[in-house]
């Protein structure tokens, strides 16, 4: 099997080994874009002399014998809304063309003292505000496993990088879904940690009270390895936990017998598609076989979900946004007669119709007149969601669900009609809204051959739970073992 397919616990035995270089995983990953990376349009920008300067000094740290670490000379894929100094980051938009952050991102910094290398910046949707990557102003990523389909968003790109071979591992955003969303509809397991799991110093704001970093990964074995590099309190971000980051690879392979399931009603909908309906009930039953106890539970304001996150994000995002006006960085209009005219330019030339459409949301919603009727209500409505989570975890330690309503979708099919495209993300926001960690791991395909997701929820700070869970449904399936065959 080529390098650039291993995962990083794979790749980590090889070199322990010294059966391979880290220059020759680097070499087979670059070999790799060059080869697909056409089609499949992953990245915003790469970083090879980069990546190969890192190589050098991670085989020299193995050759000294001093660090087999699991992330020493891993190819790692950033999206493009997480800074590092001197690296363009522009967060697909026009109004951050040209940006390079004057300083990293702390994550970036946690992955680079663990010896990652960096492979590039991939693609997403502008400031991370969509669901299949085709906000971008660069251009439109596709699905490895049919190129004429939007490999979801906003995290696209890294979802695609991970699919299609084009680094081991990625990190990406998740606001509403970003994450797991674009991994269900790639094949790759996808995780949004709990809100404070991990240091937002350095990642392009959204939506602040939602966004969230987390890997995507081929299993959920690198998975739980790129969560434990990437957690922990960070004096940098206030909203970062002070409390103690588990060794998560350490619950993988305990048994799952007597672990109680939640399946809640509410994430079984009529007009869901009958494939991914399929597998997910048929993950059920390997749970059940696997000596998980399974029960019917209710979240019964999971149909507002939606509704308010559209209100509470885009509110958010007016004022994370303001920022971007043409004068310290970023685009700036080439022609305007004074300030009024060079900010408002600025900002219609700069920002794409999607972006434009949330800070005209954001703004309405909190102006003096609807903030009660808007804002305050959907943050009322998020403290229910948040009750009706707590209620349910008072009865089980997970909740399984579909990570998304249906497979990866024709690229164009939802440009047309946002309110289409927002409910691709029915079954991820609420997540979001209540601060909880989930995953989404691969659990069958469609007669089309297209991967459909598994999304497992957890209580606050329990990753440990829904990772435990995760491994060992993955060790009894062969789902994750499938690679994409970039077709179409
Ligand atoms: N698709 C959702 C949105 O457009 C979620 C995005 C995200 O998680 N960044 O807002």
Known sequence: ??????????????????????????????????????????????????????????????????????????????????????????????????????????????????????????????????????NSSYRVTKNP??????????????????????????????????????????????LKPTYGRVSRYGLVAFASSLDQIGPLTKDVTDCAIMLKAISGHDPADSTSAAISVPDYQAVLGRDIKGIKLGIPGEYFISGMDPSVDRSVREAIKVFERLGAVIEDISLPHTEYAVAAYYIIATAEASSNLARYDGVKYGYRTKDADNLLEMYMKTRDEGFGSEVKRRIMLGTYVLSAGYYDAYYR??????????????KAFEKVDAILTPTTPTPAFSIGEKTQDPLQMYLSDIFTISVNLAGIPAISIPCGFTEGELPVGLQILGKH????????????????????????????
């Not at 939007?150 to 991970?162: E, I, K, L, Q």
């Open 377 to 390: 209500k959907a943050q009322q409505v998020r403290t229910l969601i948040k009750r009706d989570f707590d």
């Open 461 to 488: 700070f329990d990753e440990e739970r829904i990772l435990q869970a995760a491994y060992a449904y993955e060790q009894s399936t062969e789902w994750h073992k499938r690679r994409a065959k970039i077709r179409g």
């Open 1 to 134: 099997m080529e390098l650039y397919n291993l995962t990083i616990h794979e790749l980590n035995d090889l070199l322990k080994k010294k059966e391979v270089t880290v220059r020759e995983i680097a070499e087979s990953v670059f070999s790799r874009i060059d080869d697909v990376e056409d089609k499949v349009r992953a990245y915003a920008c790469l970083s090879a002399d980069k990546a190969f300067e890192q190589a050098k000094k991670a085989d020299m740290l193995i050759r000294d014998n001093t660090d087999f670490s699991a992330l020493n000379g891993i190819p790692v894929a950033i999206k493009d809304n997480m800074c590092t100094e001197g690296i363009q980051t522009t967060c697909a938009s026009r109004i951050l063309q040209d940006f390079r952050p004057p300083y990293t991102a702390s994550v970036i910094e946690k992955l680079n003292s663990r010896g990652y290398l960096h492979t590039g910046m991939t693609n997403m949707d502008e400031f991370a505000m969509g669901s299949s990557t085709e």
């Open 145 to 190: 496993w049919d190129i004429t389909r939007v490999p979801g968003g906003s995290s696209g790109g890294s979802a695609a990088a991970v699919a299609a071979g084009e680094c081991i591992a990625a990190l990406g955003s998740d606001t509403g879904g970003s994450i797991r969303q674009p991994a269900a509809l790639c094949g790759v397991v996808g």
